[in-house]
């Protein structure tokens, strides 16, 4: 309806083609429901809506590469987060590996040990028989 009344101010001068341009306009604001959101929109912002779009699609680039720059940190840290996990894993299993050998290699000793205080009492026994002997 402003519009229309826009419309007849500026065609004061003009009845007849601003009737045919009142009916031509009632049609497409009446059929078509996203040009009466284009007319309010034109009333309400004016001459500043190129302005206010260029803003808006200023912002969302804005926001799109910002969104991209944090995707890619997060992948980022992802991957070092993975590689240090890796990492930490390896050396978990390095060090229980050697701690498996040194616990052998203990074992092992200890057996040994035996060994010679049994051959120990061996000798001293075979010793105690000889003496025992003469």
């Known amino acids: 309806m402003l519009i229309l009344r826009k419309l007849e101010i500026k ?5 007849s083609i601003m009737a ?3 009916k031509a306009i009632e049609e497409k ?5 996203s040009s ?5 929109k034109n009333l309400i912002f004016g001459e500043n809506i190129a302005a206010y779009n260029s803003e808006f699609e200023k912002v969302k680039k804005d926001i799109s590469s910002k969104k991209k720059e944090l995707e ?3 992948e980022d840290t992802r991957k070092e987060l993975n590689q240090a ?3 930490l894993s390896t050396d978990i299993n390095i060090r229980i590996t050697e701690l498996e050998d040194n616990l052998a290699d203990k074992v092992e000793m200890l057996d040994t040990k035996k060994v010679d205080k049994k051959m120990l009492s061996d000798l001293l026994i075979n ?8």
Do not use: R, Y
């Open 36 to 40: 009466k959101i284009e007319a309010i």
């Open 11 to 15: 065609n004061l001068n003009k009845p």
């Open 85 to 87: 996990i890796d990492n």
């Open 72 to 74: 890619d940190f997060i």
């Open 127 to 134: 010793l105690g028989e000889k003496i025992n002997q003469k």
């Open 29 to 33: 604001v009446s059929d078509d429901p």
């Open 20 to 22: 045919k341009e009142n």
